[in-house]
């Protein structure tokens, strides 16, 4: 994934409409109508969220006779998890070193004496 397309995946992201749109979409497919009711928008309104994710690759339309049903795209969600993974590791071990700090300052206020892991 290009960083462009990263980009938009979190700048659609960013909006809680446009979230919702996309939790909606991991039920089924959806028309513009069936996605509007449940906000206190216009359908023009959501049509602007949806081509916002449109854009991102987040959601592609479809035609079936009368119906334009929407559904979810899930392969730049993959490419946003797969990114943030990489910070995984890093929030590991910081947690890691706060988990040990406490244990250390645990056995310190139990015994009384400063343990031999910290100066």
Sequence with gaps: MTPDQLDATF????DPTRRAILARLAAGEATVTELAAPFR??????????KVL???GLVSRGRDAQRRPCRLEARP?????????NYRAYWEESYQRLDDLLGMLQAEEETGRPTSGRS
Aim: proline share 4%; no cysteine; charged share 20%.
């Design 11 to 14: 700048a659609a992201l960013a």
């Design 77 to 85: 969600l993959k490419a946003a998890v797969d990114w943030l993974a």
């Design 41 to 50: 928008m216009s359908q023009p309104a959501v049509s602007k969220h949806l």
């Design 54 to 56: 449109e854009r991102a």
